[in-house]
């Protein structure tokens, strides 16, 4: 029985003969199968401490800057070229650079500067927070920072409510400032993994500060929750699945990512979906990596019959679905999977493959929406939904309805929705990318 595994799992004749890099994807990715028994899970809601045992970094002195307030700038365009760009075929295969020609006139700006005050959970094997294209980005618990304590206090060094050891906002868990790590139960949540870090970038990489590419939705809030590490086991992983759909829930996600999933059902995470759906929550979930049709083997979450749910099948270059993408209704929509450029810890940049990455590209897409019409509108991951699968574009060659509801992602399709269908008004003229063809700069090892 196979379960709650990362969806990065394309076969090896897909993926595996790029570059360096993914040789080292595929030996890390291939050998995941994680068993559990399905129904004979118990979500501990015991608080969560914090523990001393870790070594990793400790969040960024920007993020820390952001906490106190010093620094709310981050989202502004700084202009530099991103020198990867022009490697980012995902980007270019959804039409994102389509989004600012004079169909749709978005601008420039609108596109490439998400709103911070729209909050992505990306349930993964955490994030590399330090990340220069993502440190930028990251949620903060406003109620898990500020002073605290005197000067006179000896019991700890810390004046901050971030690391005073309390649960200062009462949500069970201590000093969780910015996600919560729930594999070993504390508040940092980093990635010694990688994927987590590669789904991040794809969806909210700064724009044009002269590093890497450019996430779907750059500057969008992520919280990161680490779920997911190759030396826990299936259930625990289908544990600590539900405890941080449940965080994300109540701590005021609007978009949850989850790339990853298995064959079983469980009613603790099928509630919990319910319960997101119940708060208005969107909860995009990768189709898998079995090559088989879902409708016949469906795969879990992304099967649960629940209107917030989008499944999310890989194509590749040629949008052509990936032979290990899993296909059929009720998987929603297709997006990039092949070799997709991100980041991954310690700064670097990498190509990961699989229904994972597509997935991310539509929770980009989807939080990109959302910031067009947040401050306008509530958050309604129903429209949210419709935008997104009412502007795909078909798949040639795949037989378009067989394989998925509706079709490719679009972004400039799914803009055009947006205005076409709300009183958003444009802003001005659609200005020019700029230019990435004389970047000789290689992925950086
Ligand atoms: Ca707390
Ligand atoms: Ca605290
Ligand atoms: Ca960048």
Request: net charge neutral; charged share 15%; glycine share 10%.
């Amino acid at each position: 029985m196979v379960r709650t595994e990362l969806v990065n799992q394309v076969p090896v004749a897909d993926r595996c003969f790029y570059n360096w890099m993914m040789v080292v994807i595929c030996g890390i990715f291939v050998f995941h199968s994680l068993s559990f028994s399905a129904e004979a899970i118990e979500v501990d809601n015991s608080i969560s401490r914090a523990s001393n045992s870790f070594n990793y970094p400790a969040f960024p002195k920007e993020l820390v800057r952001r906490i106190e307030g010093k620094d709310p700038s981050h989202t502004e365009l700084n202009n530099q070229v991103d020198p990867l760009l022009n490697q980012d075929w995902g980007l270019a295969n959804i039409g994102f650079f389509n989004s600012f020609t004079p169909l749709v006139q978005a601008t420039r700006a609108e596109v490439s500067s998400c709103s911070p005050t729209i909050v992505v959970a990306v349930i993964d094997t955490g994030i590399d927070y330090t990340h220069p294209e993502l440190k930028n980005n990251i949620w903060i618990n406003r109620n898990e920072t500020g002073a605290w304590g005197s000067k006179d206090l000896a019991s700890t060094s810390c004046r901050d409510k971030s690391c005073n050891g309390l649960d200062d906002d009462g949500n069970g868990f201590i000093d969780d400032v910015a996600g919560w790590d729930f594999v070993n139960n504390q508040p940092l949540p980093f990635d010694t993994h990688g994927h987590g870090t590669h789904i991040a970038g794809i969806i909210s990489s700064e724009s044009s500060n002269g590093l890497g590419t450019t996430g779907v939705c750059p500057g969008v809030s992520i919280m990161p929750l680490k779920y997911y590490d190759t030396g826990s086991n299936g259930m625990n992983n289908l544990q600590n699945t539900v405890r941080a759909i449940q965080y994300a829930v109540r701590m005021g996600a609007h978009i949850i990512n989850y790339s990853g999933g298995g064959g079983e059902p469980a009613t603790a995470e099928r509630m919990a979906v319910e319960e997101a759906n119940r708060k208005g929550v969107l909860f995009v979930a990768a189709a898998g990596n079995d090559g088989h049709n879902n409708l016949q083997a469906p795969y879990y979450p992304a099967s649960y019959p629940l209107d917030n749910i989008i499944g999310v099948a890989s194509v590749n270059q040629k949008n052509q679905l990936l032979s290990s993408s899993n296909f059929g209704i009720p998987v929603h929509i297709a997006a990039p999977g092949l070799s997709i450029l991100s980041t991954i810890p310690n700064g670097k940049f990498g190509m990961m493959s699989g229904t994972s990455q597509a997935t991310a590209f539509v929770t980009g897409a989807a939080a990109l929406l959302a910031s067009q019409t947040i401050g306008k509108s509530p958050f309604d991951f129903r429209k949210i939904k419709v935008w997104i699968l009412n502007g795909t574009k078909s798949l040639p060659g795949n037989e378009n309805r067989t394989i998925v509801s509706s079709g490719l992602l679009s972004i400039s399709g799914s803009l055009a929705e947006v205005y076409s269908q709300t009183k958003i008004k444009r802003k001005g003229p659609a200005i020019a990318l700029i230019p990435v063809s004389k970047s000789n700069r290689k992925f950086q090892q």
